[in-house]
């Protein structure tokens, strides 16, 4: 009796060892393949996130990304749910390289292999032109699936940008936090953070001129962009127009006479150069700083902030800046810190002004409407 019960106890270890050592190769094969498909997706999102004509310019990436899913498609594994998402984000890397009838074909394709997978949805909904239908897909797919379904972060991903190109921006910001609170991929964050970040600033635009609105959508403004904004969305200026109609040229020459545009956008210099800036260049964070400042300073009616944060800070002989990369003796100084510690404009990194990079025309208005108060 002893002898067939141990027998029996050692029979039932051996089919659980086997159960056991089964069921971790399955799950470990399963780990490999969603690991592959967080590859392809921090391939591909930042470059669907850039927009195909900009994505196009960045033809290494494109290029790295092609070969990426190829290499895969090449070792597939025979999973047909796997299969179906590797040739849906071949499709929707089809998209981005303008190959749009590869890129049906290769929806077709894995909707027949793995029907209803989420990067399938999304090539199906990024297929179609017209935001307002895409939406209805979009929403009809969250409807189905329920709140805490798989690739519910990828679809309000999409329902965030179908609202935005509805100018309905208050959902969009809404969507696009949705999406990054469920658990997505952190590409997916990283990616379209600043289409969130414009939805937010753009929230606000009901009854803005269909030529400022064209403004607020680009990534870069110029300084007459910058004029016409200000021109025709507030009152800042009626201190030198007295509510006249004055050409945005003229009102670029009469604002850099006045100082409230500086001669250069490069906050190392001591002394502004004798050239005038050319109307058409682009707008730096820190170009914006001056004219935000100086516009601020004038509205009311206190010339001495542009001088108070020098009178503290550059003092003695080793004067040190708050913010690392501005110098406390440059003529921007007084101009960031204000802004800063308005905040009208942030240190995105906490510690760094970064007044080199660009400013959007969304973010100057949200900033000049802050200051009309």
């Known amino acids: 009796m002893k002898k067939s019960l141990i027998f ?105 292999v793995s029907a209803g997978n989420i990067p399938s949805i999304v090539l199906g909904i990024r297929l179609e032109g017209d935001p307002a239908k895409r939406l209805e897909i979009i929403d009809r797919e969250l409807l189905v699936a329920g709140p805490h379904a798989v690739g519910i972060g990828e679809l309000n991903i999409e329902r965030g940008r179908a609202l935005a190109d509805l100018s309905r921006f208050s959902e969009a910001a809404g969507a696009f936090d949705t999406a990054f609170a469920s658990g997505i991929n952190p590409v997916y964050r990283e990616s379209y953070l600043p289409y969130r970040t414009r939805a937010w600033e753009l929230r606000n635009t009901t009854g803005i001129s269909a030529g400022t609105f064209g403004l607020l959508m680009q990534d870069t403004v110029n300084w007459l962009d910058c004029i016409s904004i200000i021109k025709n969305e507030t009152q800042l200026l009626r201190f030198m127009t007295a509510g006249r109609t004055v050409a945005d040229t ?96 942030s240190l995105p990194d906490g510690r760094n002004f970064r007044p080199n990079q660009p400013i959007r025309g969304s973010e100057l208005l949200a900033i000049l409407r802050r200051i009309e108060g």
């Open 250 to 345: 003229e009102l670029f020459n009469r604002l850099l006479d006045r100082t409230f545009i500086p001669f250069t956008q490069d906050i190392t210099v001591t002394n502004w150069p004798l050239n005038k800036p050319d109307p058409n260049e682009t707008v730096t964070r820190a170009g914006a700083a001056y004219l935000i400042w100086h516009l601020f300073a004038e509205a009311r009616a206190d010339r001495g902030m542009l001088s108070r944060y020098s009178a503290r800070y550059a003092r003695g002989d080793n004067p040190r800046s708050p913010i690392a990369d501005v110098p406390v003796l440059s003529p921007y100084f007084d101009s960031i810190l204000g802004s800063v510690e308005r905040e009208f404009l």
């Open 8 to 112: 029996v106890i050692i029979i039932a270890a051996i089919f659980s060892s086997c159960t056991t050592m089964g069921d971790i190769s399955i799950n470990s094969e399963r780990s490999q393949l969603d690991q592959n498909i967080a590859r392809v997706e921090r391939a591909v999102v930042p470059l669907e996130a850039a927009g195909a004509q900009a994505a196009r310019s960045r033809q290494a990436e494109v290029t790295a990304a092609r070969q990426l899913i190829t290499e895969m498609q090449r070792e597939s594994a025979a999973d047909a749910d796997y299969s179906g998402k590797l040739t849906a984000w071949s499709g929707r890397l089809a998209i981005i390289e303008g190959r749009y009838s590869e890129a049906q074909r290769l929806h077709r394709q894995s909707n027949n």
